[in-house]
């Protein structure tokens, strides 16, 4: 076993980077998630709570709504999160194929492809959530316009 150059070890450092940028974005995207579920669940726990009628015809839609939405944002945070996992996968598989010399290409390829796969159906599934809130929401003024004040 070779003692790694300065310049190798830079390189090693510079690739591993890559997958830490999208590391660094998978978990933005989680704080995005998290903050929308607890959106959700606020509503839901207005929704229940709430002193009106509890056997509406609206109050159910709504209520099925925030259920679609939760389990899209379900999806997408554990999308999300198995592409991190991906993603430190294949920082470490750089790692550890440069210490051990190995042509470790083939791993790299199957995890940061993986990670990036899996962010993808992460979005995914946020924009389903996101068009089931809009929904929503024009269902809401549009029952607000059609009420008279």
Not at 83 to 95: H, I, Q
Not at 115 to 136: C, D, K, Q
């Amino acid at each position: 076993m070779t003692t790694p150059t300065l310049e190798t070890a830079a390189h090693i450092v510079q690739l591993a980077l890559t997958p830490i940028f999208l590391l660094s974005g998978v978990a933005t995207l989680l704080s995005v998630f998290s903050t929308r579920l607890g959106r959700v669940a606020d509503q839901v726990d207005k929704l229940v709570f709430e002193g009106e009628d509890a056997h509406t015809a609206e109050r159910h839609q709504r209520l099925h709504i925030l259920r679609l939405r939760s389990q899209f944002l379900d999806l997408a945070v554990v999308l999300a999160a198995l592409a991190g996992a991906l993603t430190c996968g294949a920082a470490l598989v750089l790692f550890l194929g440069a210490v051990r010399e190995s042509g470790a290409a083939n791993m790299l390829f199957l995890l940061f492809g993986g990670a990036l796969l899996l962010t993808m159906g992460a979005l995914a599934a946020f924009v389903i959530e996101m068009l089931l809130a809009s929904r929503g929401v024009r269902n809401l003024t549009d029952r607000g316009a059609a009420s008279p004040r």
